[in-house]
């Protein structure tokens, strides 16, 4: 906390079988550090900044499938903080942005693109995951909010040509802490470089009618 200037006051506790962590964000931003998920622009890429994965693993763990020392990548995505990355979008000059968390990729992409005059071209292939992602989810060890985010996105995907139902999975995949989604132009990536920030290029924007297009 003390990292990103931001403190802890009050709170409660209660026993339970698992971890769990809620809290409430009270704070005021200056409007020229906001940054928006809508305003991305025909010609945009866009750029992931942490690799999908951890609804998928976490779900393995709690199911058997892998110990906690195989969950330490994940992890170490979980406790990075997407506060560099985000001050870093600032001086790119990115148009949109979202963090990926509890609707998945899908989802919160989705949420960029609906009701505006623009589509969102997501190349699957190109999209990054966590070691032993694929692995798990060929097991079945993939969270039900997977499921919800995916039967959510049905009327609202168009496909290149016929992509298997446990690839869609992949990407509705619920994140605790995932990364950036953002949309900007490509010089702006060498802002990210500079500064050894992970991204990766994951499709591009388009004019369209406010879709993901698949491929």
Same mark, same amino acid.
């Given at each position: 906390?003390?990292?990103?200037?931001?403190?802890?006051?009050?709170?409660?506790?209660?026993?339970?079988?698992?971890?769990?962590?809620? /809290?409430s %964000?009270?704070?005021?931003?200056?409007?020229?550090?906001?940054?928006?998920?809508?305003?991305?622009?025909?010609?945009?890429?866009?750029?992931?900044?942490?690799?999908?994965?951890?609804?998928?693993?976490?779900?393995?763990?709690?199911?058997?499938?892998?110990?906690?020392?195989? /969950?330490?990548?994940? %992890?170490?995505?979980?406790?990075?903080?997407?506060?560099?990355?985000?001050?870093?979008?600032?001086?790119?000059?990115?148009?949109?942005c979202?963090?990926?968390?509890?609707?998945?990729?899908?989802?919160?992409?989705?949420?960029?693109?609906?009701?505006?005059?623009?589509?969102?071209?997501?190349?699957?292939?190109?999209?990054p995951?966590?070691?032993?992602?694929?692995?798990?989810?060929?097991?079945?060890?993939?969270?039900?909010?997977?499921?919800?985010?995916?039967?959510? /996105?049905?009327?609202?995907?168009?496909?290149?040509?016929?992509?298997?139902?446990?690839?869609?999975?992949?990407?509705?995949?619920?994140?605790?802490?995932?990364?950036?989604?953002?949309?900007?132009?490509?010089?702006? /990536?060498?802002?990210?470089?500079?500064?050894?920030?992970?991204?990766? %290029?994951?499709?591009?924007?388009?004019?369209?009618?406010?879709?993901?297009?698949?491929?």
């Open positions: 906390l003390d990292s990103v200037d931001v403190r802890l006051i009050g709170g409660h506790t209660f026993e339970d079988s698992e971890l769990k962590f809620g /809290l %964000v009270t704070g005021t931003v200056n409007k020229t550090d906001i940054l928006r998920n809508n305003g991305a622009l025909a010609g945009d890429i866009l750029v992931l900044t942490k690799p999908l994965g951890s609804g998928i693993l976490t779900t393995a763990l709690k199911g058997g499938r892998i110990g906690v020392d195989e /969950l330490k990548e994940a %992890v170490s995505w979980m406790t990075t903080l997407n506060n560099q990355s985000a001050r870093t979008a600032l001086r790119a000059g990115i148009h949109a979202t963090d990926v968390t509890g609707f998945g990729l899908l989802g919160h992409a989705f949420n960029m693109v609906r009701d505006t005059g623009t589509d969102f071209v997501i190349d699957l292939k190109e999209v995951f966590m070691d032993r992602v694929h692995e798990m989810a060929d097991k079945g060890m993939i969270p039900e909010g997977a499921y919800r985010n995916l039967n959510f /996105l049905r009327g609202h995907l168009l496909m290149e040509n016929d992509i298997p139902e446990d690839d869609l999975l992949l990407v509705c995949d619920p994140q605790t802490s995932g990364g950036l989604l953002l949309a900007m132009e490509e010089p702006g /990536l060498q802002e990210f470089t500079a500064k050894g920030i992970f991204t990766k %290029v994951i499709g591009r924007v388009v004019e369209g009618k406010g879709r993901l297009l698949l491929r």
